[in-house]
């Protein structure tokens, strides 16, 4: 099946075999040493059902294996496998897409590069799906590099997060917005700030709370604090993190700012009383 422009043979137009040893299939013009070109489907599907239990790269029982010697400054080298995603339509619109019953949808390994590299313009770079193991997984050997790095609007959406550990990295404290589900850092630099102006409210308000006794209902633990919507009825909505117009949590951080607010007047009303009674002792003498 020698054929015309370089090209060695081709079978109807689905595999196709460059003189310059790209092989393409679903399309006649393979820009790679294999192109796989798919239209509704997947470009590149692999299954397999062995596991050697070695967890070196040579031993991996794979669907789909990516592998690259290459490294340099540039971020698009070093990709073991990369997915790129133009559109979306569906569940699992993805750059990479990858699904298990019981091991890892998705896993990338790398010394130097990036394991497992997706692109999605409106969709999801990398989708993992995985019944019981990981849907994502990603592993770094260096102690200065990330075992994941997500960027864009939404970093990470889960319905539920579970962190093992957390490095010591300083005094800012991480908080997560249980209102918008966004997680970030708190900051009192008045550089991010703007319309900054005194806070007017009733602080002694937040003497009337009362704390409770309860169990979570999700996991039965029992547990102390004080109740979202019982702030809400006292007026002390500055203090609620609200959720489609619910109480959802409190800012359990700034309780102490009206406390210390609660402290001041009662520290300004002593003083007064303490002149008054100095005043008193000198008209006895």
């Given amino acids: 099946m020698a054929g015309s422009q370089g090209r060695l043979s081709s079978l109807d137009g689905q ?3 460059r003189k310059s040893g790209n092989v393409g299939i679903g399309t006649a013009e393979p820009a790679a040493k294999l192109h796989v ?7 590149v599907f692999g299954i397999t059902d062995a596991y050697s239990g ?3 790269w040579e031993t991996w029982r ?7 010697t290459a490294s340099g400054a540039d971020d698009r080298i070093g990709v073991g496998v990369l997915g790129i ?3 979306g339509g569906g569940s699992m619109e993805a750059g990479v897409a990858g699904v298990s019953n019981n091991g890892t949808g998705v896993r990338g390994e790398s010394t130097g590069g990036v394991g497992v590299n997706g692109f999605s313009v409106n969709e999801k770079g990398v989708a993992g799906e ?12 260096s102690s200065s590099g990330y075992a994941g790095l997500f960027e864009g609007g939404k970093g990470i959406r889960t319905t539920s997060l579970e962190v093992k550990d957390m490095l010591a990295v300083g005094d800012t404290a991480v908080y997560w917005n249980t209102g918008n589900g966004k ?9 991010y700030k703007e319309d900054i102006k005194d806070l007017i409210a009733d602080f002694p308000k937040i003497l009337e709370a009362k704390p409770k006794s309860f169990k979570y209902k999700s996991t039965g633990t029992s547990d102390i604090g004080y109740i979202a919507e019982d702030f809400d009825a006292l007026g002390l909505k500055e203090l609620v993190i609200y959720k489609d117009g619910d109480p959802e949590s409190l800012k359990y951080d700034k309780i102490a700012l009206y406390l210390l607010e609660v402290i001041k007047e009662l520290k300004t009303k002593n003083e007064q009383m303490e002149a008054r009674f100095r005043a008193l002792e000198e008209k006895v003498k």
Avoid: F, P, Q, W
């Fill in 37 to 43: 070109k798919g239209n509704l489907d997947h470009g």
């Fill in 85 to 87: 995603a133009t559109t």
């Fill in 62 to 68: 794979a669907g789909v294996c990516g592998e690259t």
């Fill in 54 to 56: 070695s967890m070196s």
């Fill in 15 to 17: 595999l196709t075999i």
């Fill in 183 to 191: 997680i970030g850092k708190s900051s009192s630099s008045r550089k």
């Fill in 130 to 141: 995985s019944d019981s193991g990981y849907g994502i997984y990603g592993m770094v050997k």
